[in-house]
């Protein structure tokens, strides 16, 4: 679709094809790393603050609240669907393939079927302490890193892990925040640079 006007009416529930993800809605806390500064590469990567993603994902997300919340915790979202110039960007930032998808390739965010977060304990509201912050980017960050404690590695992340598998998430070895669906880049790159 070309035309912009065509879409004014509801710019961000139907953006090509994605589920525009909000905290009301969806029963979560969003907190969009790469709309702020407070990221690894110190910028403001994204120019909006709005969350979306591939329906399957989104209808996954929704499951995985109900599994945190019968856990009694609550889902804090850090990323979400990211647009292709937005990878771009972060790859002139930091062209290491073991942490940010080569854009030539894609990522399976701008396909909007990722998903970076972690818990909230919904009695205190903090987070749950799983070692590192997001998107640090070494060992310690992966997912079964053993040289952690025993509340992160065998309880916090694997509660994070339990309610995500249980939703039809698929982890990521080397980011314990990062899940995404299974068979991923089955999915098409979604060219919307919202
Ligand atoms: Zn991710």
Not at 134 to 142: C, I, Q
């Amino acid at each position: 679709m070309t035309n912009s006007n065509e879409k004014s009416t509801a710019p961000f529930f139907d953006h090509a094809g994605l589920v525009h993800i909000t905290e009301k809605e969806f029963d979560v806390v969003i907190d969009l790393k790469y709309a702020q500064t407070d990221n690894f590469t110190g910028q403001v990567i994204y120019l909006h603050d709005q969350c979306f993603l591939h329906p399957i994902a989104a209808n996954a997300l929704q499951k995985a609240v109900k599994v945190a919340k019968n856990l009694g915790y609550k889902i804090k979202v850090f990323d979400a669907f990211r647009p292709q110039s937005a990878q771009e960007r972060l790859w002139q930032v930091c062209p290491n393939p073991d942490y940010v998808a080569d854009p030539t390739i894609g990522s399976n965010h701008t396909r909007g079927v990722a998903i970076d977060l972690t818990l909230l304990d919904m009695t205190t509201g903090e987070e749950l302490d799983m070692g590192t912050g997001f998107d640090t980017m070494d060992v310690r960050s992966h997912h079964f890193y053993l040289g952690l404690g025993q509340e992160i590695m065998q309880i916090n992340r694997m509660r994070l892990l339990t309610v995500m598998l249980t939703a039809g998430f698929v982890h990521h070895p080397r980011e314990w925040w990062h899940y995404q669906l299974p068979h991923a880049t089955s999915f098409d790159l979604v060219n919307a640079d919202i």
